[in-house]
Structures are given as structure tokens and as C-alpha cells.
């Protein structure tokens, strides 16, 4: 009898903590928020928002012309139930992530409150168990002291000597691509056209690169990895939507995610127990005895195998797992992207590939061959400094339009206030770079257009304001790869 007296009262307990968090609490939010002038999307149960942005993205896919080449207005087709909310709602607006709120805000200043705190009141947050499994525990996602600890050991892989040393391998690669191009268009004759996948190339050449730059691999060993993230990332995208008992359940789509994962997991294995042996063989010789200077070596260095939670400036073997995947998925796609939209624009904008060619041409001259060399980073370093530096403002220019990364997403671990507005615990906090970086009260009236000028002074002039520029984040959090992914992009323009 006490034993159901029990059941019946635990039975009672879940029910009502169940009730509090999928009935009362997001109605007891949305009246909150509503108070403070922040109106937004009602809640629905169980599922909130996600059945409408479902709709609203599929009918754009389904009934939207294919856009001009001349248009860069591609936000109503990235982030479709976005554009139309912040018309509906406002800049600032609530919508539901399930049962948990979300506060979407193209308000510059808001957005700079969350990303620039330093006492970790706005977390990075895997939101769907579909991301954790693709990206892992790794610097991107990781919070608190694992992220200090995880920054600490991959920090040096970027230090200004190993970022120069990029440069020849950048350079030899693009070259013997751009020879295969040659080649292609020599054995079609001049009688026929010929066609080149530009996307497929660039991201093959981003993907050796990195392989070889970071984790000392062979092109294909770095290609097949990406291929298997690339897999992981599509039906990511496509469980974004779901209901989110879906992303739970093992359903089809979760299911495969997980044998994916098991694949990319024992190819990033395989590499490590390749570096090791490497090493053994090395000490054995009588020769050095470290793993590689590169960020695999590195994290090698901290590996401990026999740790199952990482202490001390040490890694577990998860944990050096998921920065690989970090890397390798992170690195290459977004280089990859920014090429592949500069290449674009140039096409579509002569003159600015006119001055751009002129510039590479001068600058990184050859043998007074009419060639061009090997970018030079001394050359870099002073183009650095010059004002009218074509390339990097068309590259910024770029990064302005076409971010790799449009939206991003911070959860609040404790109650806050962002611009006078009350957020709850456990809020989310929608950050759409996209739209922010087209923002006319803050890029101005020509924000839709592509005009590499507005970067003639640097970028903290380049708009309204001096952190506008959002594609690598901002704060303590932003990207650390930065200056990497930065020198690869313009070694890649021989």
C-alpha cells in the first residue's frame, strides 16, 4: 500500500513539474515579456514555434523564383520565418524553441550585450542533441573552465609563426589546382566551353589543406572525413525543424547521424594511432620524440587516454575527438564558403576583379615573367597596413554579405537583462549575423549592395558602428581561427 501511495505521489510530482514547464511557465514568460513591449509569437504546446517555421520555410523553397544574379537579398531564403517575424513583430520579438523561449533581436546593441560578457552569463548551448553529435563538446561549444582548458591547448596552434608557415602550403595548392583548370580547359579545345564545379574544387582545396596544415593527413584521409561531417551537417539542418520529441526518438535520420559519428570516430582514431606509432618509431630511432607542432601534435601532447574527464590541461580521448571534428567541419567550411561568394561577386563585378588582378599581379609578381609568385608574407604584413588593400576589402566586403555563419545562439544561465528587458533563466538568445550585417541603420542605405569602399578606412569605420562586423563573432567567445582562416583566403588568390 505505501509503495503505491509512493508511485501515485511521484507519478503526481512529474505531472505537475511536466505541467509547469510545457503549460505555465512559457505562458507565465510570454505575459512577462509582453509587459516589457516585447511581443513575439504565441506559444503552443509541446511544439511552440517550429510547426509555423516549418511552413513558412517549405512554402518559400516550394513558390520562390530563382534570385538574380545581380541580388544579394538572400535572407527571405535563408532565414524565411525570421524575415517574416521581424516584419511582423518588430527587431526584437519572442518565439518558441518548443517549450523554451528564444528572443530574436536585430538590435545591434542588444546583440553586443550578450556576445561581449565575460561572466559567463550567456552560454553557448547545443540546443539540438543532433548538433552535439556532430560538433562535440569541442572549443566552438564548450563553456566555462572546459572551454579555457580546450582554448589553452589548441591556442598555440595559431600563433603568428605556424599561421606564416600556411602560406607555402596554401599557395602550392592552390597552384596545382589552378593548373588541373588549365588543363580542363586545354584538352576542350577552343571550340568547346568548359565547365568547372568552382564550389567542389574550392572546398576540395580547402579540405587538403587543412588536412595537411593541421593534422598532417592526405588529401583523401581529409576528404573522407569531411564528407562523413558534411552527411551530419545536412540532417542537422533538416532536424532543426522538427518536433522536438523527434530529435530524441530513434528515428531514421538520428539513427544514421549515429553511424556516421561511429565512422568519422574511427577515421580521427586512425589518425591519431598513426601520429603515435610515428612517434614510437621516432623515439625508437633515436630521433625526437613529439607528436608534430601542427594542432594534432598539440593536442596529442595533452591527450590522456586513460582519463574519462579532462583536468589539468589535459584531454580526454572524446574530448580530442571532438576538436578534430571542430576543426576539420568548422575550418574548412567556412574558408570554403567565403571563397566560393568572392569568386561569385568578382564575377559578377569586373571591375573589382579587374583591381584585384591588377594588385595580386603587382604585388606578388614573379620572376618578372608576368607570373605570380608564392604569396610572400612580408607582402601580406605590409598590405596589411595600406589603406586601399583591394583584396581584403572585397573579401570583408564578402564576409559582410555572405557570412559562412548566419545565425547563432546563446542560452541565458541565469536570470538577466538585456537593454532593460527581464530574460529568464535558461532564455535563448537568437543572434541572426545575417541580417545584422544588412542592417541599413547601421551599414546604411546601400547595405544590400556590394561595395567594397565602405572598408577603405578598416572595418570600425566601415558602419555606424565599429563592431557591426559579426561574421567572427565578437568577445571573449569569438573565432579563433581567425587569423588562420584569414592568411589561407589570401594565399589562395595566386
Known amino acids: 500500500m505505501n509503495s503505491l501511495v509512493a508511485a501515485l505521489l511521484a507519478a503526481l510530482l512529474l505531472l505537475l513539474l511536466a505541467a509547469w514547464r510545457l503549460v505555465w511557465r512559457p505562458r507565465a514568460v510570454a505575459r512577462s515579456l509582453a509587459r516589457q513591449g516585447v511581443r513575439g509569437l504565441p506559444y503552443r504546446f509541446l511544439v511552440g514555434s517550429l510547426p509555423e517555421a516549418k511552413r513558412l520555410a517549405v512554402a518559400r523553397r516550394r513558390g520562390a523564383p530563382p534570385l538574380d544574379a545581380g541580388s544579394h537579398d538572400i535572407m527571405p531564403f535563408l532565414l524565411p520565418p525570421f524575415h517574416k517575424w521581424v516584419a511582423d513583430y518588430g527587431r526584437t520579438f519572442v518565439y518558441w524553441i518548443g517549450p523554451v523561449p528564444a528572443i530574436f533581436s536585430v538590435d545591434l546593441e542588444l546583440i553586443k550585450e550578450v556576445l561581449t560578457d565575460r561572466t559567463g552569463l550567456f552560454a553557448k548551448d547545443f540546443m539540438l542533441p543532433i548538433l552535439k553529435v556532430l560538433l562535440g563538446n569541442g572549443l566552438i561549444l564548450a563553456n566555462g573552465d572546459d572551454w579555457k582548458r580546450h582554448r589553452k591547448v589548441v591556442l598555440p596552434a595559431f600563433n603568428h609563426e605556424r599561421i606564416k608557415s600556411m602560406s607555402a602550403v596554401t599557395a602550392e595548392a592552390t597552384e596545382q589546382m589552378t593548373r588541373r583548370w588549365c588543363d580542363q580547359i586545354l584538352q576542350s579545345g577552343a571550340q568547346r566551353a568548359t565547365e568547372i564545379r568552382v564550389d567542389r574544387a574550392i572546398s576540395d582545396l580547402t579540405a587538403g589543406i587543412i588536412g595537411r596544415v593541421a593534422f598532417g593527413t592526405r588529401d583523401q584521409e581529409a576528404g573522407e572525413v569531411l564528407q562523413l561531417l558534411h552527411e551530419m551537417q545536412a540532417m542537422g539542418a533538416a532536424a ?66 586513460e582519463r574519462q574527464t579532462g583536468s589539468d590541461g589535459k584531454l580526454t580521448t572524446q574530448e580530442v575527438i571532438d576538436e578534430c571534428k571542430t576543426f576539420f567541419g568548422a575550418g574548412q567550411e567556412t574558408t570554403a564558403t567565403l571563397l566560393v561568394w568572392a569568386m561569385f561577386l568578382l564575377s559578377t563585378h569586373p571591375q573589382w576583379q579587374e583591381k584585384v588582378r591588377e594588385e595580386v599581379l603587382r604585388e606578388f609578381s614573379g620572376d618578372g615573367d608576368g607570373g605570380v609568385g608564392v604569396p610572400n608574407t612580408d607582402v601580406l604584413a605590409r598590405l596589411k597596413h595600406t589603406r586601399t588593400w583591394q583584396l581584403h576589402m572585397v573579401l570583408l566586403e564578402t564576409l559582410r554579405l555572405y557570412p559562412p555563419i548566419v545565425f547563432i545562439q546563446r542560452t541565458a544561465t541565469s536570470d538577466a537583462v538585456l537593454e532593460g528587458v527581464k530574460v529568464p533563466r535558461g532564455t535563448a538568445v537568437s543572434i541572426p549575423i545575417g541580417m545584422l550585417q544588412r542592417d541599413k541603420e547601421v551599414w546604411g542605405s546601400d547595405a544590400d549592395e556590394f561595395n567594397p569602399m565602405r572598408f577603405k578606412n578598416g572595418v570600425s569605420r566601415a558602419a555606424r558602428d565599429p563592431n557591426a562586423l559579426l561574421a567572427f563573432s565578437l568577445g571573449p567567445r569569438a573565432c579563433t581561427g581567425r587569423a588562420s582562416a584569414s592568411r589561407r583566403r589570401r594565399s589562395s588568390w595566386r
Open 240 to 305: 532543426m525543424l522538427d518536433a522536438p520529441i523527434l530529435w530524441y526518438l530513434p528515428t531514421r535520420r538520428n539513427l544514421k547521424v549515429r553511424r556516421l559519428d561511429k565512422l568519422v570516430r574511427t577515421k580521427i582514431m586512425a589518425m591519431m594511432e598513426a601520429r603515435v606509432a610515428a612517434k614510437d618509431d621516432a623515439t625508437c630511432g633515436g630521433g625526437g620524440g613529439g607528436y608534430g607542432d601542427d594542432l594534432l601534435g598539440l593536442m596529442l601532447e595533452a591527450w590522456s587516454p
